[in-house]
Structures are given as C-alpha cells and as structure tokens.
C-alpha cells in the first residue's frame, strides 16, 4: 500500500513538473495582413504537447474584450461568439495535438485589427499570449498621366491612386531604379482611405525616358511605368525655337489647350467617379435598408415642450410646456425623445424626414445618459449623432466636432448601426450619399434612437421631426 501511494506521489509531481514547465508562445512582432485576405494567427505549446483535451480560446482586447473562438471538451463552442467574427474562425484541428492552437481569420476587414489573446488551459496549468494585427488596404492600382509642359523643357507628370491605409510613401524612379526628386505628396482621407497624388517633372535622357511611379507600404508594393518618346521633348523644343510672336500665340494655344484639356478630362473623371461613388453608395443603402425596424417614440421620455402624434411617429414643438409628471427618463432641458425600442445586438435602420427643418439632432444614444440639464452630444457621452444648425451647417458630433460639406440640403436621414461592428453611420436618403460614419465604437448597453427637434424661435423651425416606413407600400 504504501508503494502504490508513493508511486501516485511520483506520478502527481511528474504531471506538475511537465505542466509547470509548458508555455505558450507567439509571434514577437505585430502581423500586418490586407484586407480581403485570410490571416493565421499563430499560437503554440512549447514544448511539443498536445492541446486536445485542453481549452483553447481566442479573445478580442478592446475597451471590452470579445470571444472569437473558443474550442472545449473536444469541440468547437461558439454560442457566445462576437458577431462579427461568425463563420470567420476556425483551428487546425488536426494540429491541436502536436500543440498547434493557431487560429485562422478568414476574410480579413479593416475592423480586425487590434489585439487578440490566444488562452490555453488544462486542469492543471494556463499560459496565454497576446497577438496584435495590424490590417492594410491595398488600394487602386498608380496612374501616370502627362499633366503639362514645363517652361525649362521637362514634361510634368501626375501619379495618382486611391483607397490606401495606411497612407503609402509615394516614389518617382529612372530605368536604373534610382530614386528621383520630385514635389511632395498630396494627401486625402475620406471613407475608402487614402488618396494620394505625386507630381514630377522629367527632362528627355535619350534612350532613358522610363519612369516609375512607386507606391510602398510596410509590406506591398505597387507600380505604373510611363515611357515617353523623346519626340515628345522634341515638339517642345521646336516651339522654343521659332520667333518670338508666334512662340507666345503658340504656346498660348498650347497652354490653353492642355488647361482646358486637363479641366476636360479632371471635370469627366471627377463626374465619373462621384457617379460611381454615388453607385456605390445607394448600393450599400439598400443594403442597409434590409435591416429596417419600426420605430416609435416613447413619451414617457419626451421633453415637455414637444407634441407627439398618436402613432408616435411625429414630434412637433408645443406652445405652451406641458404639464407632465418629471419621470427618471425624461428629458428636462434637452428638447429631445427617444424611441420605444432598444437594440443591444444586430444591426438596425430607420429613416426620418426632416424637411423644412433650420435644426435638428438624429442619432442613438445608450441607456443611462444623462437627461436632466443640458447634454453634451458626445461618443464618450454615450451619444452618437449629427445635427444641422442655422439652416446649413452639419456637423458630426465626434470627440472633436466634425463640419460636414454636403451637396444638397438634407431631406430625409438613414440611420444604421451594427451593434458588434462598432457602427452607426449616417446616410442621404434622397442623393443616395453618405453623411458620416461613427466606427470602432465600443457598445456594452442597450442603444435607443433619438431625435431631438431643436429651437423653435420665431416658428422658423416648426415642422415636425417624422419617422417614415423605409419602404413604400403603396
């Protein structure tokens, strides 16, 4: 008996010693991936030791942290997975016992990078590691285009391409691949990413005239390549050779030629692209429009100086204030209401005409804001909004207020959010083009519409704030 005893002492040390021992590992330096693609985050036991009948899981490390794979007692258990991250996931199952608990991320978004802990836990032991992604967007590929004749004889090229992130370092190049001096790089953000135009000008090298357009980020590369007939170099150099007079009509017509030209062809391609952007947009709409809900407002939350309808569907401003009992989820100071429904997951979208309007403020807030005096519209708030004041001016109620230039005055707004995406984004119902977007947002409590009405002051705001049906029935 005592054999048998001291033989399971042994046994039992043995165990702790071998898991006191494991650790997990990972890589040193932040994986940088594009957009689109598949990503492994790698994840092993050292030294070699199986993980089957281990727990591994795999969490997002933001303000809250998200599951995005959990594999226990031999299978996957992903019940409680971020929506974002459904049918994205997957270990190599056959790796597991050679202790591989690597996960695959397929179909790689921007929204994907951040940090990721990899656990790995046994009856008797725990080790985890963290991970950090790193998400580029490869964007279009560079075009060069001939802008103008330079006055000392070189020709001015422009290369352009856009929807990068992060922005990329842009590089003019001879044949022999050496680096030429060129003027700096404009730069422009919008919701794509980065666009980005390089110019330089180029002198006739005889058998030379091959230029590259480079285009670099951390780990891609992208290039165009332009070769110029030294014929070209050649028309110009006739031109400065003829008399003074014609010279000036010449290079007049010329210079005029190519601005009106260049105004042509920037005027075409800036109408084209806004045609496709505006494409683009209404397609992404009527997406959005499939997750449409009823929306009403609630008037156990309205400030007493609005008027709603019966159906809940308007809000007007009153005469006089109302006499209404001051309930914890009343407005008081702020002219504001918001809706009956709350959404604590999935994605949502309404639509609420604000024509007519000198102001108003749309957009979702959480559950405990503050109602009692004036509010400051502000994400860390726990308010995502816009709002239009004095007749004209948008602006995106961000951490730093954000002016908005749109082409036309707003009639009707589209609201959509996705809860686990972190998104509430804005949109034009009637041009079919995007406001402003809130992204990366961190939601942990239920999230209302809210509409509030704004100042009435002389009746130059008096019509009414209505929640429409997305689609007409009619």
């Known amino acids: 008996m005592m054999f048998f005893c001291v033989t399971l002492l042994i046994l039992f040390s043995f165990i702790k010693f071998q898991s006191e021992g494991l650790t997990v590992v990972g890589p040193d330096a932040p994986l940088v991936a594009v957009a689109g693609e598949d990503l492994v985050l790698p994840c092993f036991i050292k030294p070699n030791t199986s993980a089957v009948d281990m727990t591994v899981e795999w969490i997002r490390l933001e303000d809250v942290a998200s599951l995005v794979h959990l594999y226990k007692d031999h299978e996957d258990r992903n019940e409680d997975q971020a929506q974002s991250y459904r049918g994205r996931t997957s270990l190599f199952k056959e790796e597991l016992q050679k202790g591989n608990a690597s996960l695959k991320l397929s179909a790689l978004r921007v929204s994907d990078e951040g940090k990721y802990k990899c656990l790995v836990e046994d009856k008797s032991w725990y080790d985890d590691i963290t991970v950090h992604v790193t998400v580029e967007v490869l964007g279009s590929h560079p075009v060069i285009t001939m802008e103008s004749y330079d006055h000392s004889g070189g020709i001015n090229l422009v290369c352009e391409s856009r929807g990068w992130k992060p922005e990329p370092e842009v590089l003019w190049m001879n044949r022999e691949g050496e680096t030429l001096p060129a003027g ?99 397609d992404e709409l009527i997406k959005k429009k ?23 569907k308007q809000v007007t401003h009153g005469v006089t204030q109302q006499d209404l009992p001051d309930t914890p989820q009343r407005f008081i100071r702020y002219p504001g209401v918001l809706g009956k429904q709350s959404f604590s997951s999935g994605r949502f979208y309404y639509e609420v005409q604000v024509r007519g309007k000198t102001e108003w403020d749309l957009g979702v807030v959480r559950e405990n804001i503050y109602r009692k005096g004036l509010i ?6 726990g308010l995502w909004t816009v709002w239009l004041r004095n007749e004209n001016e948008y602006w995106a109620n961000a951490g730093t207020p954000v002016p908005l230039t749109l082409r036309e005055k707003v009639e009707k707004v589209g609201v959509f959010v996705d809860y686990e995406e972190g998104l509430v984004s804005f949109y034009d119902v009637k041009s079919s083009s995007h406001i402003y977007s809130f992204t990366g947002q961190s939601f942990t409590e239920k999230l209302y519409p809210l509409f509030s009405y704004g100042l009435n002051e002389g009746g130059k705001n008096s019509a009414p704030l209505i929640i429409t049906p997305v689609f007409n029935t009619e």
């Open 184 to 282: 700096d790089t404009q730069i422009h953000r919008d919701i794509e990413g980065f666009s980005v135009k390089h110019r330089i000008t180029v002198y006739d090298y005889s058998d030379s005239n091959k230029f590259y357009c480079r285009l670099l980020q951390k780990h891609h590369m992208m290039e165009a390549e332009v070769i110029i007939n030294s014929k070209v170099f050649d028309a110009w150099k006739w031109v400065v050779g003829i008399s003074v007079s014609a010279c000036l009509i010449a290079v007049g017509s010329i210079v005029t030629a190519v601005i009106c030209y260049k105004k042509a062809s920037e005027l075409q391609k800036e109408k084209e692209y806004a045609e496709l952007q505006r494409q683009r947009v209404e």
């Open 376 to 381: 400051t519209l502000r994400p860390h708030n």
């Open 290 to 312: 499939l997750f449409a809900v009823d929306v009403t407002l609630d008037p156990d939350t309205a400030n007493p100086d609005l008027i709603l309808s019966a159906d809940g």
